[in-house]
């Protein structure tokens, strides 16, 4: 266990919907990053925050938007989903949010959207 | 910029035997870490092992080992007397300044 919790484990939606995945980084860490897996694409960066603030911005979709709260959870927010958006949606955390640090994994969320 | 190479998609490897997954690097920052992480076919991503850049012995946990050569640019890992559950995707990360790239993996099945 690695201390980082995501929910829910899976989703299954429409295309067209909206979805909201959560997560909560292990205590201490300061913070998150969102990865998208999918077979063709391999893991994919989408997005890190820090201490609230977002830190750096990877392959994320305009249709796709994430938050981290004062209280340090993060929520991805996936709008207007197609067929493709279908993944596994990795959330991470970090200590110092410096690349260096190792980063410790949640168990993910699958989505589906048929 | 930031690249990471696995070149072995697939690998296998007799139980007790040890294997080493390849990784090459390419990154810009001067000071950067490396990672390895195992994907069982449950998928979640598990942290195995880490080397810093600047670290002069290579790192071991248990098992695992990293074959770190900065010249060359290269990470492998190894893993001694490999065991049934190790059977997974494998893959490598470089972490500098504020960004970390993830190689397309090497999947590795041991054989009994």
């Known amino acids: 266990d690695s201390g980082v919790t995501q929910t829910p484990k899976h989703l299954i939606t429409a295309t067209g919907q909206r979805v909201t995945l959560r997560c909560s980084p292990r205590?201490?860490?300061?913070?998150v990053y969102w990865y998208q897996q999918s077979l063709d694409q391999g893991l994919q960066f989408l997005i890190q925050?820090?201490?609230?603030?977002?830190?750096a911005k990877g392959n994320i979709l305009e249709r796709f938007s994430a938050q981290q709260f004062p209280d340090l959870h993060s929520e991805l927010n996936l709008s207007s989903l197609e067929l493709g958006d279908s993944a596994l949606y990795f959330c991470?955390?970090?200590?110092?949010?410096?690349?260096?640090?190792?980063?410790?994994f949640g168990p993910g969320t699958r989505l589906t959207v048929l | 910029a930031q690249k990471i190479t696995q070149t072995q998609p697939g690998m296998f490897v007799q139980e007790k035997e040890a294997v080493t997954l390849d990784c090459t690097y390419d990154t810009s920052d001067p000071s950067y870490g490396l990672f390895w992480y195992k994907q069982p076919s449950s998928g979640e991503m598990i942290f195995l092992i880490y080397?810093?850049?600047?670290?002069?012995q290579n790192a071991t946990e248990g098992r695992y080992s990293l074959n770190f050569q900065k010249a060359r640019k290269s990470a492998n890992l190894v893993i001694s007397a490999s065991q049934l559950g190790d059977s997974a995707m494998y893959f490598c990360a470089v972490g500098g300044y504020q960004k970390v790239t993830f190689g397309t993996g090497t999947k590795l099945q041991v054989i009994p």
């Open positions: 991470a955390s970090s200590l110092t949010g410096e690349g260096s640090d190792e980063q410790f």
């Open positions: 205590s201490g860490d300061l913070s």
């Open positions: 925050y820090y201490n609230g603030e977002e830190r």
């Open positions: 080397q810093g850049s600047y670290d002069q």
